[in-house]
């Protein structure tokens, strides 16, 4: 027992050193601009809201002539391809849901007999409104083709299909809807990550970083007191842009305060360790800030904030597995905007777990072993 009493009195000083440190140091809050060339390469490859591939599924009751022409036609562009044939509508949730489809289209039972009775037929279009984006110009590539649809049915008469939509878990189809969630994690990091990664650099260039490791403070201690505070303020930080979000814009969040913060923990504990690695590696703090701002640039492009990861190239969409920033975001929204519990997001808790076990022992290991 007095081990521990005298281990957690040591972490509480260390860490309280570390605070001060990080809070009264303007330096410490320094922002960079990432060089031109990175921003450039990235938003030519990644940032891309042209609509190349566009999953969805069919729910066509009426299996008519009518139906199955409209069917080819919106097969037939290259952009949208079938993903699944569905036989009933409660079938439409599930490939909604788990985002293997962007929209459902459903046509009614009477779809053919309406159009040969010169009547208006609605058919239902169910997109994904997490990607509000993405689903507005895909919308749009629909809106298109029954247009001409109904061009070539009766070119002297009005509109005989029309298309009733309907967006998932963000109605009206809002940018900020999607864009704020995801803003509570991408927030998080660039402050954690740079908090962290001028930790130990800055005590490095002031000449106090080798006298603290020969102080009676383990490794562990020290990893843990460099750890500590950048996790908090990063906590803060979302916490920050989560009550913008629900008081000020007014974003209803559907899940559970619980489960959206044991996501950010994880999320944040993995930027601590990366951005720790960083600093260990840093022989003063003006290295430390470029290779941060170096690798924030394409984490956030890569971490489908702003783009969706599947338009991405394939090599891209493979580099993406290593970004902590990518399954946080996904961890948000779904949380944020779909409800979803511990359990659902425990596929993207485990690679933060496993960037967190690397990347934490690994600054350790730097720690003394250096190897600039």
Known sequence: MNWLMAFVYRLINICSKELLAVLKDPSSRVILVVPPLMQSLLFGYAASYDLTDAPYAVLDQSNSLHSRELIARIDGTGVFHRIATLHSSDQIAAVIGNGEALLAIQIPADFDARLNLQQVSPIQMILDGRNSATANTAAGHIGAIVASYNQRLDPDSGPLIQVVSRAWFNDNLQTRWIILPGMIAALSMIQTMMLTALSVAREREQGTFDQLLVTPHTPLEILISKAVPSILIGLVQSTLVLLVSLFWFQIPMAGSLATLYAGLLMFTIASV????????????????????????????????????????????????????????????????????QLADVVPDLIPLIIISVVTLPLAAWLFRHRLV
């Open 273 to 340: 360790g990366i951005g720790l690695s960083i600093s260990a590696l840093s022989a003063n703090m003006q290295q430390a800030m470029l290779y941060t701002f170096v690798l924030i640039m394409p984490l956030m492009l890569l971490s489908g904030l702003a783009t969706p990861v599947e338009n991405m190239p394939d090599i891209l969409q493979t580099a993406t597995y290593l970004n902590p920033l990518r399954f946080s975001i996904h961890l948000v929204r779904e949380v944020y905007l779909e409800g979803a």
